[in-house]
């Protein structure tokens, strides 16, 4: 159903999606609403739901709401395991070509094994070896005997997520850049990213500095002494594993958003999967995905909602002690969503 030509209103698509995933849109939608968010949802089905009413994990209509839109909040997507498709979520950025993902991480409740985490991610979203060019070759009878996979990286595609995250440094009073690589071993695949990243890093001396980190040093240097990093950016195989790591610093994926960027559309998610064995139980936690519109309620202007939505938060998480189960607490999904509705309607 759309709710086009509401004055003042955003179309957005939204994608409930799977597992848990309708649980926790269903909790985000309500305390967006008592926001006053001012998006109109196109909602639209995909993943498991997008197979069972359109033979497809990402059916055209799906594909054809973000393409008018050019804006989605998404729930996590199941791209069902062994043949026949590909991961939805790589077909969503290639066909948008959402070129960035933005993936923050931040202390939100203190006394964990690390506090005062601030640091984000940006990784390179349609290259390298995730895009998955992979094929077997058979060896007698058995037809899997070599499995072959190609990573591409262009001087274009490192220049363009490199820029993205120095502009996202003097945008938001970063100081610093670390590009991540592999180029002692993959001289060619990761030192193209390391060369851009040295060319570009001349345009914004004395306004950012840049360094850059082997990606088996910066994954120890995340957990020996994180607030050495202030913005990281890296190829798209080496982001997917770090966004993760960096989501275990402050309590694991249910506190981690992600935002793929492009230049005429952006789609808005929690990085976790569905985690179908928790489905329907009403304990999921929806903080990841509320954050994620955190990052996109900035990503249409509204950084004044962003604000109020996140004090909701911390004042939840560390006044009133509100938590679901992976956080420490014991709060079901909907009484999360209630305790942060009643701070925004007391604030």
């Given at each position: 159903m759309v709710f086009a030509n509401i004055e003042n209103k955003i179309p957005a698509t939204l994608i409930p999606g799977d597992g848990i995933g309708p649980e926790i849109m269903d909790a985000v939608v309500r305390i967006l609403d008592v926001l006053g968010a001012p998006f109109a949802w196109d909602v639209q089905q995909g993943g498991l739901a997008g197979i069972k009413s359109a033979g497809d994990p990402l059916p055209g209509?799906?594909?054809?709401?973000?393409?008018?839109?050019?804006?989605?909040?998404?729930?996590p997507l199941t791209t069902p395991v062994g043949g026949g498709f590909r991961s939805v979520n790589v077909r969503l950025r290639e066909e948008f070509h959402l070129y960035a993902n933005l993936r923050p991480v931040r202390t939100m409740i203190p006394g964990q094994r690390y506090d005062d985490i601030d640091l984000v991610l940006?990784?390179?979203?349609?290259?390298?070896?995730?895009?998955a060019f992979e094929h077997y070759i058979e060896v007698g009878d058995d037809p899997h005997a070599v499995a072959i996979s190609s990573g591409v990286n262009t001087r274009a595609g490192a220049k363009r997520i490199i820029r993205y995250a120095f502009e996202y440094a003097l945008s938001h009073g970063r100081k610093k850049v670390t590009v991540v690589h592999?180029?002692?071993v993959l001289k060619a695949l990761t030192g193209i990213f390391l060369e851009v990243g040295r060319e570009m890093a001349k345009e914004y001396e004395g306004?950012?500095?840049?360094?850059?980190?082997i990606v088996d040093a910066c994954a120890m240097q995340l957990v020996m002494n994180p607030?050495?990093?202030?913005?990281?950016?890296?190829?798209?195989?080496?982001?997917d594993i770090l966004s993760d790591q960096m989501s275990g610093l402050v309590g694991g994926l249910g506190m981690a958003p992600g935002a793929n960027i492009g230049e005429k559309a952006a789609i808005f998610e929690a990085v976790?999967?569905?985690a179908p064995d928790i489905a329907g139980k009403g304990i999921a936690n929806p903080l990841a995905l509320l954050l994620a519109t955190c990052l996109?309620?900035?990503?249409?202007?509204?950084?004044d909602?962003?604000?109020?939505?996140?004090?909701?938060?911390?004042?939840?998480?560390?006044?009133?002690?509100?938590?679901?189960?992976?956080i420490g607490g014991k709060a079901s999904t909907n009484d999360f969503a209630a305790a942060i509705i009643k701070r925004l309607a007391n604030g």
């Open positions: 209509a799906l594909i054809d709401s973000i393409r008018r839109t050019q804006l989605a909040l998404k729930g940006i990784r390179e979203n349609l290259e390298g070896l995730y895009v592999k180029a002692n306004r950012v500095v840049m360094d850059d980190r607030w050495q990093f202030d913005v990281i950016v890296t190829t798209n195989l080496f982001g976790h999967g569905s996109m309620l900035k990503h249409v202007d509204r950084a909602l962003a604000a109020r939505l996140q004090t909701a938060v911390d004042q939840t998480l560390k006044v009133d002690g509100v938590r679901t189960g992976d």
